[in-house]
């Protein structure tokens, strides 16, 4: 018999929790014509699949204690969180830290028109784990700082002792996991749709990651709703 059995880890009472989801499902408009653009952004909509998860991620938060909900400036982000707002009564807040990381050249849709196509600089992109290798893209020691700002508004919104969601982007997913672990850059880059990250910020202002990329809320999502053949927006 064990003497000393680990105990489960437990949330500090003086930390702050962060469930980090992204966006729900996003594509190209139905009519074909580019994605519109917020500030250089791309901005597509959910598609029908995004809202559908979007319920679903609802659903399973709904009773999770929240005290606050933040979104990027993206609409996608904001749609996400209509569900579960309406829900809980909560009025969504804009962090524009949160956006996505700015791809340059590569916005307005010509990202997935370069993945589709394979294009050489998307293998060095990857392989270089560096979004600014993308001609006009976000330094990557801007984006790293822009997220962390962003993450630590929410934290300090939320305070010590409570627990909100922040709906962001692939790539903020994969940012803020990567600085609370040290990992490589692209470590954490396969963020599935409406998946939920669990981040706690300690009081010594260190970062822990608990668990990435939940997705046990979708199970039913691809039954309601089939996948497109559209690449999703980040």
């Known amino acids: 018999m064990l003497r000393d059995p680990q105990r489960p880890f437990g949330v ?4 702050t929790e ?8 996003a594509g190209a408009a139905e009519d074909g014509r580019p994605p519109a653009l917020v500030g250089g952004h791309t901005d ?15 659903a399973r938060l709904a009773p999770a204690g929240l005290a606050a909900i933040f979104v990027s400036t993206l609409r996608r982000t904001a749609e996400t969180a209509e569900p579960l707002a309406a829900a809980l009564g ?16 590569w916005e307005g849709g010509e990202f997935a028109v370069r993945m589709a196509n394979a294009d050489p600089t998307i293998a060095e992109v990857f392989r270089r784990q560096r979004w600014d290798v993308i001609p006009g893209a976000e330094p990557a020691d801007a984006f790293a700082a822009r997220v962390r700002r962003g993450l630590d508004l929410v934290a300090d919104a939320i305070g010590a002792g409570a627990a909100g969601l922040a709906i962001a982007h692939g790539g903020v997913v994969a ?34 990651l608990l668990s990435f990329n939940d997705t046990a809320h979708l199970a039913e999502v691809a039954a309601e709703v089939p996948v497109g053949g559209v690449r999703e927006a980040g």
């Open 12 to 15: 500090p009472a003086d930390a």
């Open 90 to 105: 909560l009025q969504p807040v804009v962090v524009p830290e949160l956006r996505e990381v700015f791809l340059g050249d």
């Open 44 to 58: 597509p909509p959910l598609a029908p699949r995004g809202h559908a998860q979007a319920r679903a991620l609802a």
């Open 175 to 208: 940012e803020a996991c990567r600085q609370a672990t040290g990992s490589e850059p692209f470590a954490f880059i396969n963020v599935d749709n409406a998946s939920i990250s669990r981040l706690v910020r300690l009081a010594s202002r260190r970062w822990v």
């Open 18 to 25: 962060i469930l980090l989801a992204r966006h729900g499902s």
